[in-house]
């Protein structure tokens, strides 16, 4: 006579702890015995190490068991449409129930005996890459919805929002004002767990949430959010870096303003080379990564825009030359040209400014901005690269420093560009 036992493993919290293919761990005794032999057991140690294949791969490991008489075991497969066993080898077909036999038909004076497990194989995990189409208007142009899964498995479209869109297929129908809700799902397979990503998309009159990237100012070295605040100028041509009293920065006292100013008494300012900015880091970074994608920084996904507020001394307003260079560094990490020189994605638009007084700035994500730096990247697009990558660094910069209009009542010719940047840089 042969006494057989089996063990269930199931996802528990021992399953979880050492799941890797089948949630479940741990071996079992078993044993058989009467009249005819002496009673043996077998232990069923848990296989664990792969996950189930991707067809037509196939996974697989091995089983292991032992008797305690010391003689050979057999695996036989229970379930086979789920997995199936050759020799000390089982294959996993699909995510399932797998159940297999350790038979040891008796040995050397000892009955026949086996120890069945079922093990769950769980199903791989699969992801919806779906980029917000961003703010649309509301008009009779349809959108066309795009998505996929890192497994290649078709994607379905639906909308919680009837009364503001409706969805047909890949096509989207703007319908009313309001925040259109759309769900990208795969239903997942036999070896794909089922996986869904939402956008909500403005339409017509509804905008995005607002999404600060710097809030206010602690000191002249960092944001309120310990972000640094790098402020930079010179001249490549004569030498006139900054110092002593030819630049500086302050902050107000409520912590809301940030003023940089470079002062310069050029021999020749059409010939000087000079130089102006402010870089403004996100959150608590210090630099950007060195080594790999910067993950720090604002997400966007249907923001339309930079907000800002800034204001600059009058005599470089005056000028013909007073546009502000507005970059946006991305997380995105590239080694560029043949000395794999460390450089990021960035992004920049050209700003003229209307008034030299404080003034509140909107600048279009996709209207106004291209991409500056590439990184020697093809194929690159700049609405994915900004849904793709997190914003690391916002950056001011002069298109041309003052070098044509003096500050009255200086004691030499003295040519000032000077910046003040008020309250929250946002994205909405």
Request: glycine fraction near 12%.
């Amino acid at each position: 006579m042969m006494i057989k036992e089996a063990t269930r493993f199931q996802l528990s919290a021992i399953g979880l702890a050492c799941m890797a293919l089948l949630a479940g761990c741990g071996g079992g005794g078993g044993g058989g015995g009467g009249s005819g032999g002496a009673v043996q057991t077998i232990a069923f140690d848990f296989p664990g190490g792969a996950v189930v294949g991707v067809p037509p791969a196939v996974a697989t490991t091995k089983l292991v068991a032992t008797a305690s008489s010391g003689g050979p075991i057999t695996f036989t497969s229970n379930t086979p449409t789920v997995c199936t066993v050759s020799g000390d080898t089982v294959s996993l077909l699909v995510a399932g129930e797998c159940s297999v036999t350790a038979t040891q038909p008796g040995y050397q004076g000892y009955a026949a005996a086996s120890h069945s497990q079922i093990f769950v194989i769980p199903k791989r995990p699969q992801m919806v890459v779906f980029r917000n189409p961003g703010w649309q208007a509301l008009d009779a142009q349809p959108v066309t919805l795009a998505a996929a899964t890192n497994t290649g498995q078709p994607v379905v479209f639906t909308t919680s929002t009837p009364a503001v869109c409706s969805v047909s297929g890949t096509s989207l129908s703007k319908l009313a004002n309001g925040l259109c809700v759309v769900t990208a799902k795969q239903d997942g397979s036999d070896i794909f767990a089922a996986a869904a990503t939402v956008k909500n998309i403005p339409i017509g009159t509804e905008q995005a949430a607002a999404v600060p990237f710097l809030t206010g100012y602690k000191d002249t070295s960092q944001t309120k959010e310990l972000g640094t605040v790098s402020p930079y100028s010179g001249s490549s041509v004569d030498g006139w870096y900054c110092g002593s009293n030819w630049c500086g920065s302050s902050v107000s006292s409520d912590g809301a303003s940030f003023t940089y100013f470079y002062n310069i008494q050029p021999k020749d300012p059409a010939g000087i080379g000079a130089y102006w900015g402010i870089k403004l880091f996100a959150g608590t970074l210090t630099e950007l990564a060195k080594n790999g994608d910067t993950l720090t920084g604002v997400r966007i996904d249907a923001q339309a825009a930079v907000k800002f507020n800034m204001a600059m001394n009058s005599e470089w307003f005056s000028t013909s030359n007073n546009a502000v260079n507005v970059d946006l560094a991305l997380g995105h990490f590239a080694l560029k040209g043949k000395d794999k020189e460390a450089c990021n994605v960035t992004l920049r638009a050209v700003v003229k400014p209307t008034a030299a007084a404080a003034t509140d700035y909107s600048v279009s994500l996709r209207d106004k901005f291209t991409i500056n730096e590439s990184c020697g990247l093809t194929g690159l697009d700049l609405w994915n690269e900004l849904q793709d990558y997190p914003i690391s660094k916002v950056e001011f910069s002069a298109a041309g420093v003052n070098t044509s209009v003096s500050t009255p009542g200086a004691a030499a010719l003295t040519f000032t560009t000077k910046l003040t940047l008020t309250g929250a840089i946002t994205f909405q």
